[in-house]
């Protein structure tokens, strides 16, 4: 079982990044999607979620600015960062959830720059 997290990096405030996570190892489209994030000296919180039937869901602060789907040919999921500010910098996981079972990537940096 194997997610690989990339697409992180340093941005100004104002832009976008898009991350991706390729799963391996487990049958992909039957698991709830996850992205969190930790920023430093804070607890890793939820980022946005993605269910098997594709309904969504956001934590208030990136309503609007982030999205996250998957594609479930390519078993990847996406999370899709528009309107960057300075307070999105952190590290960023992505978290494949099926019942009792979850999946960790090993988190991509974002920087946003003011």
């Known amino acids: 079982v194997q997610l690989q997290a990339s697409g992180g990096g340093l941005v100004q405030a104002g832009g976008s990044l898009r991350l991706s996570c390729a799963a391996s190892?487990?049958?992909?489209?039957?698991?709830?999607i996850y992205w969190y994030r930790q920023a430093p000296g804070k607890r890793r919180e939820l980022v946005a979620s993605?269910?098997?039937?594709?309904?969504?869901n956001y934590a208030d602060s990136v309503k609007g600015r982030f999205t996250i789907s998957r594609d479930n040919h390519k078993n990847t999921m996406y999370l899709q960062m528009n309107s960057l500010k300075p307070e999105d910098t952190a590290v960023y996981y992505c978290?494949?959830?099926?019942?009792?079972?979850?999946?960790w990537g090993q988190g991509t940096l974002v920087t946003v720059s003011s």
């Open positions: 978290n494949a959830g099926l019942g009792a079972h979850s999946h």
């Open positions: 993605i269910t098997s039937g594709d309904s969504t």
């Open positions: 190892g487990f049958t992909f489209s039957g698991y709830y």
